[in-house]
């Protein structure tokens, strides 16, 4: 039990690359807080990350009960009554998340930072829709009276991933992405003409993401045999491990560019009309983005030129 620490809740639901961004600013808020006990409400996808984290010390799972199921609302009203909550930091910003603010009515109600209306700690900022997500949510936490918010950084997510057995040299590719948004994957004849060049430059193209892309790995394997397929295969901490030690990675505006250039591997994200990297584009120590209003238009020479000149960094030992 925390006895009679201050408690702290801190909001982000999801998805991977919003939950990747936010992680600088939990690091602020565990700085800032540093005697706090601190919850955190997220999602189940994402628990395994929040965990290896020293972000918080505890973790809710969000049920995500309809808007009709009263019985599941109220159970999470109690809850939230019955923890004490000195302050909440809804990094989420949606209309979901206010409903956390609705259910502490008709109050007392914790110190409140965030967009709900009659928040304490409001941030008003009429443009903040207009912000990159990093520094909309640094801009949040210096009116909560938080100064110094940094990168996301996931330097504490190891993982043993010798089981992969990956050559010496690898180039991640990511090559999926949310499905309902099909205008914003590169086309896969062009990331299989890619994974041949790469192959014929002497890196290993090891093909990432959830067990719905396995139908990509196969197809870019079949056109470049040489490729690795690890896809549905690997858990985000292994995916940071992954990273951390690949010479390179290519892939869609999608959650694990963002973990990947979090880890601090050389990154190369491609965008389309459908979403702006001026407002969500990952950051890392080193990530470059290519944007066409279509990327049926990008061709596999502009990417390759876009790479490192030498080819990536070399291998690095795992911490």
Wanted: aromatic share 6%; net charge positive.
């Amino acid at each position: 039990m925390s006895g009679t620490r201050e408690r702290i809740l801190v909001i982000k639901l999801g998805a991977l690359g919003d939950f990747v961004q936010a992680l600088g600013p939990m690091a602020a808020i565990r700085r800032h807080h540093s005697r706090a006990h601190i919850v955190l409400v997220t999602i189940a996808e994402l628990g395994e990350l929040a965990r290896a984290s020293s972000y918080v010390d505890e973790i809710w799972l969000d049920a995500r009960p309809h808007l009709w199921n009263v019985g599941a609302w109220l159970a999470l009203r109690r809850r939230l009554l019955s923890a004490g909550f000195a302050r909440v930091y809804d990094l989420q910003t949606s209309d979901r998340s206010g409903w956390y603010f609705r259910l502490f009515w008709p109050g007392p109600r914790p110190e409140w930072s965030g967009i709900a209306r009659g928040a304490s700690h409001p941030h008003d900022n009429p443009a903040r829709d207009a912000m990159h997500t990093i520094e909309r949510q640094a801009e949040q936490l210096h009116l909560a009276g938080i100064a110094e918010v940094p990168l996301p950084d996931v330097s504490w997510a190891n993982a043993d991933v010798s089981r992969f057995a990956l050559p010496r040299r690898t180039a991640l590719l990511v090559p999926g992405g949310a499905e309902h948004r099909p205008a914003k994957r590169w086309p896969l004849e062009r990331y299989a003409e890619l994974a041949s060049a790469l192959l014929a430059r002497g890196l290993t193209p090891a093909i990432l993401g959830g067990a719905a892309e396995a139908p990509l790995a196969r197809a870019i394997r079949e056109r470049a045999p040489g490729a690795v397929d690890l896809s549905g295969q690997t858990s985000l901490l292994e995916l940071a491990s992954l990273a951390r030690r690949a010479a390179l990675a290519v892939g869609n505006d999608t959650g694990p560019m963002h973990l990947i250039a979090a880890a601090g591997c050389p990154a190369l994200v491609l965008f389309s009309r459908d979403s702006d990297p001026a407002l969500c584009a990952p950051r890392g120590r080193s990530v470059t983005v290519l944007r066409r209003p279509s990327l049926d238009d990008l061709a596999v020479e502009d990417v390759l030129a876009a790479l490192p000149a030498d080819g990536g960094r070399e291998e690095r030992a795992l911490p």
